[in-house]
Nanobody, 124 residues
Framework: VQLQASGGGLVQPGGSLRLSCVAS????????IGWFRQAPGKEREGVSCIRSSDGGTDYADSVKGRFTISKDNAKNTLYLEMNNLKPEDTSVYHC??????????????????WGKGTQVTVSS
């Protein structure tokens, strides 16, 4: 199983970015999957999750209304559209597979595979 996130970068406050996460070794049809972020000196935070069962989504309060999670099962790819970015969104973003028996919202102990992160920096 591998998860590879990309799409991070430097953006000004109010700007947008779209993160992608390509999965291999399993099908997103059968697993819930989500995004976490972790900034230096801060705890890891579950950002968003999409359920395999019904495609339902969940968001942290800090990103509701600004971020949108989606996936393309045919491409086995997860996305995170981030709009109206704020400096406090600066972090390394990781995609992660939810372990069987767990669901959304994502929690770190409910993850069985983590992808390498992509850095998002929001600064003027």
């Amino acid at each position: 199983v591998q998860l590879q996130a990309s799409g991070g970068g430097l953006v000004q406050p109010g700007g947008s970015l779209r993160l992608s996460c390509v999965a291999s070794g399993f099908s997103m049809d059968w697993y819930s999957i989500g995004w976490f972020r972790q900034a230096p000196g801060k705890e890891r935070e579950g950002v968003s999750c999409i359920r395999s069962s019904d495609g339902g989504t969940d968001y942290a309060d800090s990103v509701k209304g600004r971020f949108t999670i989606s996936k393309d099962n045919a491409k086995n790819t997860l996305y995170l559209e981030m709009n109206n970015l704020k400096p406090e969104d600066t972090s390394v973003y990781h995609c992660a597979r939810v372990a069987p028996g767990y669901g959304c919202p994502v929690v770190a102990y409910g993850i069985d595979y983590w992808g390498k992160g992509t850095q998002v920096t929001v600064s003027s």
